[in-house]
């Protein structure tokens, strides 16, 4: 008597555990890549290598494959997206007049959101100003009043915001 199995490598889902991962800071250290699954092969963006360093990659996203055969000898390709961001850019800061009882500051667009600390004639906002618009407009204003803003624009995770930079209208 002969009697067949037939094994499908397909449909499974699981996925080796690693240390990859989503986010490094350009600044990082290098990272040995390990995997709970045994003798695979890591490549980044196709390109075969144990060790991640985010400085040699630079800013943006890439994607680290694990390669390997899993408990029923089938061949897997695990992806593991990832990103490299860093400090965020100190963004430009213009101000102008928009009314006699308005003030605009715009920048540069550097981050995705910031924050905006606002005084008016040297009283400060209690609360501040999270936006990811590339500008404000302060009214109801005075004149002779003076809007002073302390923009930073916000980093990625823990790379790090941007230095503070201030302007006055």
Do not use: H, K
Not at 86 to 102: F, K, M
């Amino acid at each position: 008597t002969v009697s067949c199995v037939v094994l499908s490598c397909t449909g499974i889902t699981l996925a080796a555990e690693t240390n990859v991962d989503t986010l490094y800071c350009l600044d990082d250290p290098e990272v040995m890549l390990s995997a709970d699954v045994e003798g695979g092969m890591f490549a980044i963006e196709g390109v075969e290598d144990s060790t991640l360093l985010p400085s040699d990659l630079g800013v943006g996203r890439f994607e680290v494959t694990y390669t390997y055969f899993d408990s029923l000898g089938c061949e897997r390709v695990d992806p593991y997206p990832t990103r490299i961001a860093t400090v965020a850019e100190a963004p430009s800061l213009n101000c102008s007049a928009v009314s006699d009882n308005s003030v605009s500051f715009a920048w540069n667009g550097t981050a995705d959101q910031y924050r905006i600390i606002a005084t008016v004639n040297g009283t400060p906002s209690i609360i501040p100003i999270v936006t990811t618009e590339n500008e404000i407009t302060f009214g109801d204003l005075n004149p002779g009043d003076v809007v002073e803003i302390e923009l930073v624009a916000l980093g990625v995770g823990p790379c790090g915001d941007s230095p503070l930079v201030e302007g006055s209208c």
